[in-house]
């Protein structure tokens, strides 16, 4: 899965000379977070969060009263506070890769180009959608753990012992040791009854560590 087919699409945008009451509201009217700024030409030049617009105010704050310190934010403009140093992902990037990093750079949401356009934006949000649906997080069936050594054969071995009793693998995720050593893996199983699901992947020798109904 790659990023184009998680991100949103013609995202909500603000230039640079935006006032940020004005972005504020239109971050409130589309339900986002935060918005790429681009400049007149549509290129890329920073990035606002609402974290940013809320916490935004002018560096004299302190010694003004309210009245001149609502002033001087509704002057206050996007240029100001937006990030200029931007984390970009491009569009044909896998998923795992935006996650990734999100993660080293700790940020919640990327730009997404193709070459120097803005196509799109990728969150958090976004691959917590992704993560539920590739474990099974909506769908009914029995949730297996189990842990298993990292030799040949041992997925094909787990998938055969529930194909024998007419079990359908909904989902499957893998996780590793630190060592690489040994596995754990994550697998929904509809079409079959637990007690039978536990009886047939019990002679295999992978060990079981928790069985769920969902």
């Known amino acids: 899965m790659l990023v184009k087919d998680r991100m949103t699409t013609n995202p909500v945008t603000v230039n640079p000379n935006t006032v940020v009451s004005e972005a504020l ?19 890329l030049v920073g990035i606002i969060s609402e974290k940013d617009l809320l916490y935004a105010s002018p560096s004299p704050a302190t010694s003004l009263n309210v009245y001149e310190i609502g002033y001087l934010l509704s002057k206050l403009k996007i240029k100001e506070i937006m990030a200029k140093d931007i984390i970009t992902v491009t569009e044909d990037a896998p998923l795992e890769e935006a996650a990734r990093i999100m993660i080293d750079n700790a940020v919640s949401g990327l730009p997404v180009m193709q070459g120097d356009k803005v196509v799109g934006i990728i969150t958090e949000t976004d691959i917590f959608k992704t993560l539920v649906e590739m474990m099974g997080g909506r769908d009914a069936g029995i949730r297996v753990t189990l842990q298993v050594l990292d030799q040949p054969g041992s997925l094909r071995d787990i998938a055969g012992a529930i194909a024998s009793i007419g079990g359908d693998i909904v989902t499957l995720g893998t996780f590793y040791s630190e060592d690489g050593s040994r596995g754990t893996l994550v697998i929904k199983v509809c079409g079959v009854e637990k007690s039978a699901l536990i009886e047939a992947l019990e002679p295999i020798g992978a060990e079981i560590i928790d069985v769920r109904v969902s």
């Open 25 to 43: 509201r239109a971050m409130r009217q589309n339900n986002v977070r935060r918005m790429p700024v681009l400049d007149r030409k549509d290129r």
